[in-house]
């Protein structure tokens, strides 16, 4: 197994986060067509924006908390020479509960579904810190 396809996680991770840019880009032009933005006010305060873009805003700034771990914690591993099927199974993982969470914040917004999935991905970074933590003192 090659050591470099630990990265195609990596980069599905960035372009759901470009995806989801896209999207608000989309969702504020809508809403600025359909008059529901308060115009004096959308500079500076989130709650100008109807909730439909408040909520993939809130996604976008959710794209840079988890993440950054898992950027990090992928190119240590691959670092380390322990970019194996186990880590990168569990990089796949988590990339796909990114999208699902994603999904479900700018969509339903079931926040106990998307609690679940962001718990999950949460799991999935201590299995890769652990993985590196072995890795390092080994």
């Given at each position: 197994m090659r050591a470099?396809?630990?990265f195609i996680p990596v980069l599905?991770?960035?372009t759901l986060t470009l995806v989801v840019y896209v999207a608000l880009g989309?969702?504020?032009e809508i809403a600025l067509k359909k008059g529901e933005v308060d115009t004096t006010r959308r500079g500076m305060?989130?709650?100008a924006w109807p909730a439909t873009v408040?909520?993939?805003n809130n996604n976008i700034k959710n794209q840079f908390e988890t993440p950054i771990l898992?950027?990090?914690l992928i190119i240590l591993l691959w670092l380390l020479g322990a970019a194996n099927l186990l880590a990168q199974l569990t990089a796949?993982?988590?990339?796909?509960?990114?999208?699902?969470?994603a999904y479900v914040h700018t969509g339903s917004n079931d926040v106990p579904l998307r609690k679940r999935l962001f718990q999950s991905g949460i799991?999935?970074?201590?299995v890769l810190t652990a993985l590196t933590i072995f890795a390092v003192i080994s």
């Open positions: 470099e396809l630990i599905i991770q960035i989309r969702a504020k305060h989130d709650d408040q909520k993939i898992f950027y990090v796949w993982i988590y990339a796909i509960t990114r999208v699902m969470h799991v999935l970074l201590f």
